[in-house]
């Protein structure tokens, strides 16, 4: 799932787009409209592990749920499998190129948003998930977007942060070594969440996936 900067809820500042949040996602919007197109043919194996963490996300049919940063839509098949015909998907990018190819490659599975997580066109409280798939780790400001995420959760709601390369071997990928303030380990997350509205209730971390569940704490 691409990444896209994302931040939490609009304050009176917020709608005035600050030259910096601007030019951020002027890059975000550069740098995966020319690779939409051939995004999913990188990744073709990814599908199963997607399938398997929306299933740990306890989604029921009727459930409205929210695929941020949703890209190419991978993940918006199964979870309208889990919601069923009564339940509403919601995919929203910043990438215009990426939602065409989401509109195309599932046509009707889910209402496609061009929105900045950060302004999200959602009342309070209109979600029963959220789920963030490759996002976390590239947010210039992650504890806003995570606020946003719970303003638009009803208490209880779930979220699920996943990727499918665990974080050893995604660093390995790129040539990186792992440090001790990366934001996806344990210790640092939890009370990230914590701050924003969330409880964590569970992280698994393996060279296949990466998979940080919590849930919306009463406001």
Do not use: K, Q
């Not at 939490?8 to 030019?23: E, F, I, L, N």
């Not at 199963?48 to 991978?74: N, Q």
């Not at 979870?79 to 069923?84: E, F, I, K, M, W």
Request: with cysteine.
């Amino acid at each position: 799932m691409p990444p896209s900067p994302r931040g939490s809820s609009p304050t009176p500042s917020d709608h005035a787009a600050p030259t910096g949040r601007a030019s951020e996602l002027a890059r975000t919007r550069e740098f995966f409209g020319v690779r939409a197109a051939g995004w999913d043919a990188e990744f073709p194996d990814d599908g199963p592990r997607y399938a398997a963490a929306i299933a740990e996300l306890g989604l029921r049919p009727g459930d409205s749920v929210l695929d941020a940063g949703c890209g190419t839509g991978r993940a918006l098949p199964p979870l309208r499998a889990a919601v069923g015909p009564a339940g509403r998907v919601l995919g929203a990018d910043v990438t215009p190129e990426m939602l065409a190819e989401a509109a195309a490659r599932h046509p009707g599975t889910a209402a496609l948003l061009l929105a900045d997580c950060a302004r999200l066109p959602l009342p309070d409280a209109a979600l029963d998930a959220v789920l963030a798939a490759g996002l976390i780790s590239h947010l210039a400001d992650p504890a806003r977007t995570l606020r946003e995420f719970a303003r638009v959760g009803r208490p209880g709601a779930r979220l699920a942060l996943f990727h499918p390369v665990g974080r050893a071997a995604l660093a390995a990928r790129h040539g990186r070594t792992l440090t001790p303030d990366d934001l996806r380990a344990e210790p640092n997350l939890r009370p990230l969440l914590a701050a924003a509205g969330w409880r964590l209730v569970g992280c698994t971390d393996a060279d296949d996936r990466y998979l940080a569940l919590a849930e919306r704490s009463e406001p």
